[in-house]
């Protein structure tokens, strides 16, 4: 048998081992994902899809401050819950990787990770218990007198931001953990014989070797937590719209199928570019 017939029935195995997950991936996204941009172009009128094709969504969407500013929502809480995600994950991360002995390692994730062993439902109607003016906060601040009155911290967007940050440090945690284990003690020990302190170790070595699983992880964050309706319309009270509330409501109240898959791609498109940010960094860092 020749090398070229080995190699054309090494070939026709790999496409059969990849070919059913490439026909799911047609059936279930890309064909839905074509069908929903070709909805976008068309119009509601009455209660009729027509399918004519314009960009009369899009241009609504940029004309109507209630849409523009729904996205702009939606981009300044993933944004806020990213940054202290990454602040706070960190820090617990390196502890864990660190100063955790190796055998309580495995426990201490454990721990870490409890959060996402019960129902996200569950957790954000916690948060709202915990952060309502009758809550545990307001309670026990009151208790010590720090404060005369309940603060105003649930349905609201810091309520939002706090439900988030809860489950995303975990996330983070996992990420930036897995980098860390992986870095050779001899790294700090070039950069002590080179003269460097602890905090020039960590900025100039250590940061930017984890800076995969800090970005991995980021990039997780920014699209779970952009795509996501529950925790904002639990813990927001519906005071601040994000894009994922808007398009449920297009859905839900009026029946607009094109205009929801409108912002439905404009929320992909969001996605998208952050990926692309992403992508792009981590290249030239690893550079």
Known sequence: MTTATLEDRERRRAWGFVAPALLWTLAFFVVPFLYMAAMSLWLRQ???IVRVWNLDNYARFFTES????????????????TALSVLLAYPLAWII??????????????????PFWTSYVVRSYSWLLVLSKGGVIN??????????????????????????????????????????IQLSPNYRRAAADLGANGFQTFWHVVLPLTLPGIMTG????????????????????????????????QIGRRADFPMAAALSIILMLAVTAAYLLCARWLKIERA
């Open 66 to 81: 209630a849409l523009l500013k729904g996205l702009t929502n939606s981009l300044e809480i993933t944004l806020t819950v």
């Open 139 to 180: 309670q026990a601040l009151l208790g010590i007198g720090l404060i005369s009155e309940p603060l105003e911290i649930a349905s609201n967007r810091t309520a939002t931001v706090i439900g988030f940050v809860h489950f995303f440090v975990m996330l983070l945690t996992l990420t930036i953990y897995s980098n860390l």
């Open 218 to 249: 980021a990039f997780l964050t920014f699209v779970l937590c952009i795509g996501d309706y529950i925790t904002p319309q639990i813990l927001g009270g519906n005071n601040e719209l994000v894009l994922p509330q808007i398009i449920m409501l």
């Open 97 to 114: 990787a660190e100063r955790v002995p190796k055998r309580w390692q495995r426990m201490a994730l454990i721990l870490a990770i409890l």
């Open 46 to 48: 009455g209660r009729d």
